[in-house]
């Protein structure tokens, strides 16, 4: 089979990139006989688009198109099929962004319903590209594969139909284990943590970055810092709270998970929630919200709090520091239910099944 894969957003380090990344690895690891094809378009991140692709075994094809074009030729006028840059293909794996035309057998992963779930929040040609492109997975999409089986749920609710919908979970990656306290203590010298800190990951209303700095400052542990890590929205300027920006490295993540004391990530939504699983394998414990795909991930390796409720969340962090042996193992046991090369696996058995259509 030739199989054909978007990987536009392996350059932008988020979530979909990571899932990008990993996946392709693991895919190219565990299949040797199948033709990989590897595309994606770009104007501004080209460069690293080609850079970051060098290396795969695989067939690359790139063309300078950006995101705004590929939008409006695939997603809106939805002409000029994706063989036209790939050759002939038999199974079109697209990506986060747009949706093209294609005679293969198409997939489609649906990381989360952010957009349609928080509309007032997404930027306004953001959701309009959501909503352009989602209308021809729902028409043409042979199968959409969910991260989850509340982004499943959340797909059947827009009008996919469950026939359609594969679950395959996403995973921590090879650089999360637990850290030598050496680079520990390296790494957090390097970013400037001295005292011990609670560290969560993301920033926003979705994030409810708000309600956590409220249950941070209802703490009474002294020298506790709380350490925010990604790209900063406002101007955080609270007692005890410390950001550092986006960290792009999985090995300084893994490293200040390991140093945390807990992960706090009560998020109002999440179509899988990375952070607590990359968290738990590090054997970091965790406090996360009881809401979305959340519980699903967690298990019973959590303290899971009503995210809408400061007293639930500060409640759960006392209870996570006087728990953090159990939860660290606990934590340590869940996060191997989870692994790049069993998605891969899951995902090779759905292209699998365009080989019975060829």
Known sequence: MKIGIDVSQIVYGTGVSVYTKSLVESLLGIDRENEYILFGGSLRRIHDLRFMIQEYRAKKKIYTLPP?????????????????????????????????????????????LVPFKFPKQTHPRILAVHKARFKWIRKEVDVVIAVSQSTKQDLIDLGIDEKKIRVVYEAAGEKFVPQKKDVISETLKRFGIRENYLISVGFGPRKNTKKLIEAFQKIKTKNLKLVLVGRRQERIAERGVMTLGRVDSDQDLAALYSGAEALVYPSLYEGFGLPVVQAMAVGCPVVTSNVSS????????????????????????????????????KGLKQAQKFSWEKAAQETFGIYKTAASKI
């Open 294 to 329: 959340l519980p699903e991930v967690a298990g019973d390796a959590a303290v899971l709090v009503n995210p809408n409720d400061t007293s639930s969340i500060a409640e759960g962090i006392q209870t996570a520091l006087r728990q953090t042996k159990s939860l660290a193992q």
């Open 68 to 112: 705004t074009a590929l939008d409006l030729l695939w997603n809106r006028l939805h002409i000029i099929p994706i063989e036209t840059f790939t050759g002939k293909l038999d199974v079109y794996h697209s990506s986060d962004w747009a949706q093209a035309p294609s005679n293969a057998f198409k997939v489609t992963t649906i990381h989360d």
